[in-house]
């Protein structure tokens, strides 16, 4: 997520001493007010993949393709949809070994699946191992529609700014004009872990 940060530039109202005074420029207060919004993600993503060696190209496409049928459909039996899977990698290499190219062939194919949720991920993980995966990790966690939340945000370091301002306008002795300018300057944040898995 982005965590919002508002400057804000406010007027301060300069009284006129004497008539034979020039007429004053306005002076000003610039300040930042910042604010974090901690959001929990509703969506997950992972890959899980199969690495296969085999003396030919097709021997080796053969055996990919059975494993990484398998590590497919243990997910799908684990509440995974088919419109939650897609392919994200596959190679073909012939096999090297210090520098020298062995005889055979290495097929390496993976599926990222994206899907709402975040609490059964461990299982799923664990399914795709289970069913003859070599590799699983890169978990994201993230929010499907972050938006509402950084409008949120952008009003809270709002009104964190104007209580600064207003602040050290008091100390001065003067009083608060209004807003002269503002620009926000967000950056990026991270999110919340899932909950933990309730104990058995």
Same mark, same amino acid.
């Given at each position: 997520?982005?965590?919002? @940060?508002?400057? =804000?530039?406010?007027? =301060?109202? !300069?009284?006129?001493?004497?008539?034979?005074?020039?007429?004053?420029?306005? %002076?000003?207060?610039?300040?930042?007010?910042?604010?974090?919004? *901690?959001? *929990?993600?509703?969506?997950?993503?992972?890959?899980?993949?199969?690495?296969?060696?085999?003396?030919? !190209?097709?021997? &080796?496409?053969?055996?990919?393709?059975?494993?990484?049928?398998?590590?497919?459909?243990?997910?799908?039996?684990?509440?995974?949809?088919?419109?939650?899977?897609?392919?994200?990698?596959?190679?073909?290499?012939?096999?090297?070994?210090?520098?020298?190219? =062995?005889?055979?062939?290495?097929?390496?194919?993976?599926?990222? @699946?994206? *899907?709402?949720?975040?609490?059964?991920?461990? #299982?799923?993980?664990?399914?795709?191992?289970?069913?003859?995966?070599?590799?699983?990790?890169?978990?994201?966690?993230?929010?499907?529609?972050?938006?509402?939340?950084?409008? *949120? #945000?952008?009003?809270?370091?709002?009104?964190?700014?104007?209580?600064?301002?207003?602040?050290?306008?008091?100390?001065? #002795?003067?009083? =608060?004009?209004?807003?002269? &300018?503002? %620009?926000?300057?967000?950056?990026?944040?991270?999110?919340?872990?899932?909950?933990?898995?309730?104990?058995?």
């Amino acid at each position: 997520m982005r965590i919002p @940060v508002a400057v =804000l530039v406010f007027g =301060l109202p !300069v009284a006129v001493l004497a008539q034979t005074s020039p007429c004053p420029t306005r %002076s000003t207060v610039s300040v930042s007010g910042s604010s974090t919004v *901690r959001l *929990r993600p509703d969506r997950v993503s992972f890959t899980v993949g199969v690495e296969t060696d085999a003396p030919s !190209v097709a021997q &080796s496409f053969q055996q990919n393709n059975g494993k990484l049928n398998a590590v497919v459909n243990a997910l799908k039996k684990n509440g995974v949809a088919p419109n939650e899977i897609q392919t994200s990698n596959f190679y073909l290499a012939s096999r090297d070994e210090e520098g020298k190219k =062995l005889s055979g062939y290495r097929v390496s194919n993976s599926v990222t @699946v994206v *899907r709402e949720g975040t609490s059964d991920v461990s #299982g799923l993980l664990q399914a795709a191992v289970d069913a003859g995966a070599t590799e699983a990790g890169n978990v994201r966690f993230f929010v499907a529609d972050p938006k509402k939340s950084q409008m *949120r #945000g952008i009003e809270l370091a709002f009104q964190d700014a104007r209580a600064k301002a207003e602040k050290l306008a008091a100390l001065s #002795g003067r009083s =608060l004009g209004e807003v002269v &300018s503002v %620009s926000d300057q967000s950056y990026g944040g991270g999110f919340l872990p899932p909950p933990p898995a309730p104990p058995p």
